[in-house]
């Protein structure tokens, strides 16, 4: 005779757990050795200070999706405000996948324009915990929809700062492979930093395969959907600034480039889109150094785009600051 079994109901709004003994899974970041011995002591005292979830006090959800919820949250002897991450313990393989790869990318990068992790935890039952750096003003997509289309100075000053953590990332063998909008966090000082590596890839080899269809589809490159076609020479890294002209795009236009304002995508529309149609480009009131800057970015063969170094010598990336 079968036996049917309730199946278990996700609370997405469980209360932090006062686990006065849980300690650190391992201690991050893990600074390189290039970083200085003053930002070394700096990152250590966080880590003293952070050294369990009892620390921390719950003030509100700020996101909920993949299986978890993210809480603003302060420690209750600093008064420090953090933004932390769990993951539950019964979430599907895929899921627990990407924060064990997002765990490890973290442990690796000590960046100003990466978001920063002051510590993992992890719970008997199995729920996992990210302690991350706050960033008060949310994403570039919350902003685009409250404020509205960047102008082009606040794009160059964008530009640079995540062409800057692309730049760490790369160099670091990092590639990111969600670049898009909800995925660069922003404070009200307008610091962009990149988050979210829960599909990024740690190149080992310097030709390791980077080509298997993970990210949102919507900001893919061509050779992310046909390999076949658009893959020759491929460079694994060359997946990202695509994204980040798809991104810039999106942030000067107030809508995803590839369709008209208010269209939802669909798998079969994007991938005829972007493997079949001419890349989108800026509007024509748009200055020659963001066109040139975007056409740089989107090029449907990768090894035609521009590297990291390279846009971040580009005149649009150049502009002058005061001008932002």
């Not at 902003?143 to 670091?172: D, M, P, V, W």
């Not at 990092?174 to 988050?195: F, G």
Request: net charge positive; charged share 25%.
């Amino acid at each position: 005779m079968a036996v049917i079994r309730e199946r278990r109901q996700l609370n997405l709004r469980l209360p932090l757990p006062e686990i006065a003994e849980r300690r650190p899974r391992f201690p991050l970041p893990l600074p390189p050795t290039t970083v200085s011995s003053a930002a070394a002591a700096a990152t250590a005292t966080a880590i003293q200070e952070v050294d369990r979830l009892a620390d921390l006090e719950k003030l509100q959800v700020i996101g909920h999706g993949n299986g978890g919820t993210v809480y603003k949250v302060r420690h209750k002897r600093t008064l420090a405000t953090y933004a932390l991450k769990v993951v539950h313990g019964d979430s599907d393989t895929t899921v627990r996948r990407q924060i064990f790869r997002e765990m490890e990318i973290l442990s690796r990068t000590d960046s100003p324009f990466v978001v920063r992790c002051h510590g993992i935890f992890e719970k008997p039952a199995g729920d996992i915990a990210i302690l991350m750096e706050y960033m008060d003003s949310g994403t570039l997509e919350t902003l685009r929809k409250s404020n509205g289309t960047f102008n082009e100075a606040s794009l160059a000053n964008i530009a640079r700062q995540i062409l800057n953590g692309l730049n760490y990332l790369h160099a670091h063998k990092i590639v990111h492979r969600d670049i898009k909008p909800s995925n660069l966090l922003v404070n009200k000082k307008m610091e962009v930093k990149i988050a979210d590596f829960g599909v990024s890839k740690i190149m080992c080899r310097t030709l390791d395969p980077c080509n298997s269809y993970v990210g949102t589809c919507a900001y893919m490159s061509p050779e992310r959907f046909d390999p076949d076609t658009y893959g020759a020479n491929y460079n694994g890294y060359a997946g990202d600034i695509w994204s980040l002209g798809l991104t810039l795009l999106e942030l000067y236009l107030g809508h995803f480039p590839f369709l008209p304002p208010g269209q939802r995508p669909d798998w079969a529309t994007l991938m005829c889109a972007i493997c079949f149609g001419e890349p989108p480009s800026s509007p024509e009131g748009a200055s020659e150094k963001f066109r040139s800057f975007i056409e740089c970015c989107l090029q449907k063969e990768s090894s035609k785009r521009w590297t990291v170094s390279q846009l971040l010598s580009h005149p649009f990336v150049s502009m002058d600051r005061r001008s932002d």
